[in-house]
């Protein structure tokens, strides 16, 4: 598969000062007024070098598969100047269908709020590479975990369809309807994208997996009979976390971009044992390997599942769709839930031989490690947000209020519309043409469009996720017992965290 990359820059005075270059500038500006015409060759020499340097070392890098639409990778400048270029830090890679935080990419000339909520985390979090495989939601649609599982649903309903004359049968409509979004990347081909990219010269200390899939899933099996949309979601779950395990051992490589290199980062004084090869690295955290899934959010509460789907024929109906896609959405999170369990119980590997271990001088044996240990963060709610905006409008529309306080706050900590999206595509009769209508005030507007919310709301969103990781990182109680229990005298609670904030 073809991989582009394209780079992408900050204003230049931003990055001339960031790196110390304003300054150089300067200097060599003051020369060459002294010095005359002798000295215009070599300030010549230096505008290239850094024209050059302001193009080569960028805070944004972005597009590496896909194309620009697809995926993105972002280098954050974190706290204290480090432009992540020095290799340690925290990484977040993300993969996903497309999801109510995550901006719309049509009509691409409308006004841009295109920072995602995985990339406020990556903010708040001060970590020095995002990198999103996730494809931008469009107006009607997104990614699948899987475009074959889905293909494969649509055959069996053409068959059954075929051998039924029972309207209530009749599936005719649903590959038109609903087919198979094959210009979008499936799970499977969003790791295929990342595993193909050549890894970093200086890995990440540790890398937060967000796997974001389920809201256009949700869209789909909506209009299936009910059994089969249950047993599909069963099959889709399970395939990620098939493909979780298959980064869990990737990560081990450090020859993958999956690696993340933990142990070489930590703090130098960290005491390790002998060399001896059935020892380990003692007194020092075990290296996370951290899953995030976010619960996926109710995808009839946006405006456009009752705008945007297909009038249905008789028997089938719109109230069945709704009803059926409120009990999907509860079954996935559900079934999340019960898998993590499930892959935090899976039986770790004792040992891994590394040569990046922490203080190694040249010569000495490799040291063995544990592997990484397992953990799920699973408890962020994004449909806890929205319902609490949307409830908190209605109230106050009704002029009511709640015994928690619900209907009295702060207008400025709400919004004023909460049903219809403040970008609207609008059908001119006359002209025949389709125009893009925004809202004069979208900060007041909780959606951006019929299936995506405004920034204000995914900066929200975002700073809350965050909240949640750190709370984890911090705590980390079930996951800090699980090390504790399967390498005891390892694992330093004092040091728990491992991560860099």
């Known amino acids: 598969m073809a991989l582009r990359t394209c780079l992408k820059s900050y204003s230049p005075d931003g990055i001339l000062e960031g790196f110390g270059l304003k300054a150089l500038l300067a200097f060599f500006s003051a020369k060459a007024v002294r010095g005359g015409p002798r000295l215009l060759p070599q300030l010549a020499i230096c505008v290239v070098v850094l024209f050059v340097l302001t ?37 977040i890679v993300v993969f996903g269908g497309g999801d109510i935080a995550t901006p719309n990419k049509t009509p691409e000339k409308a006004v841009g709020h295109d920072v995602s909520w995985t990339e406020v985390l990556c903010q708040h979090l001060d970590c020095t590479t995002h990198l999103s495989y996730m494809p931008r939601t469009d107006i009607h649609g997104g990614s699948l ?76 099996l909506a209009c299936l009979p009910p059994q089969l949309a249950m047993d599909a979601i069963e099959v889709q779950a399970r395939h990620i976390f098939a493909q979780i395990e298959v980064l869990y051992q990737e990560s081990r490589s450090e020859k993958s971009i999956a690696y993340s290199d933990f142990y070489t980062f930590l703090n130098s004084t960290t005491k390790t044992t002998s060399s001896k090869s059935d020892d380990v690295i003692a007194d020092v955290p ?38 059926n896609a409120v009990h999907l959405t509860e079954e996935w999170n559900l079934k999340i839930d019960k898998m993590f369990d499930e892959w935090l119980a899976m039986p770790d590997p004792e040992v891994a031989t590394t040569d990046d271990t922490l203080g190694k001088r040249e010569g000495e044996a490799p040291i063995n490690v544990p592997y990484a240990r397992r953990e799920a963060i699973s408890t962020y709610d994004v449909s806890d947000y929205m319902r609490n905006a949307i409830i ?62 405004s920034q204000r709301a995914i900066d929200a969103m975002g700073k809350q996720a965050a909240a949640v990781f750190t709370k984890h990182a911090q705590t980390g109680s079930q996951w800090l017992k699980k090390s504790t229990d399967l390498f005891p005298g390892i694992f330093n609670s004092k040091r728990a965290v491992g991560f860099n904030g």
């Open 55 to 91: 193009r080569l070392m960028p805070t944004h890098l972005s597009d590496v598969a896909f194309g620009t639409n697809y995926t993105t990778i972002l280098k954050w400048k974190p706290k204290g100047g480090d432009d992540g270029s020095v290799g340690g830090g925290l990484r």
């Open 145 to 220: 975990v899987s475009n074959s599982l889905y293909e494969a649903i649509l055959e069996r309903m053409a068959n059954e369809t075929e051998a039924s004359e029972q309207p209530g049968l009749d599936y005719t409509w649903l590959p038109r309807e609903y087919p198979v979004p094959t210009e979008l990347p499936d799970l499977q081909q969003q790791l295929d994208a990342f595993f193909a990219t050549p890894p970093p010269m200086r890995p990440a200390q540790e890398t937060l997996w967000v796997f974001n899939f389920g809201y256009w899933d949700i869209w789909r």
């Open 286 to 323: 075990i290296e996370p390997f951290r899953v995030f899934i976010p619960r996926l959010f109710d995808i009839t509460l946006t405006p456009g599942f009752d705008k945007a789907r297909f009038v249905l024929p008789y028997p089938h109906s719109r109230a069945v769709e709704l009803r």
């Open 392 to 453: 908190e409008r209605q109230m106050q529309n009704a002029h009511v209020e709640d015994k928690t306080g619900r209907g009295t706050r702060p207008a400025e900590e709400g919004f004023l519309e909460v049903q219809q999206p403040c970008l609207q595509l609008v059908h001119d009769n006359v002209t025949d043409v389709t125009k893009t209508v925004v809202c004069d005030a979208p900060q007041e507007y909780l959606f951006w469009t019929e299936f995506t919310v």
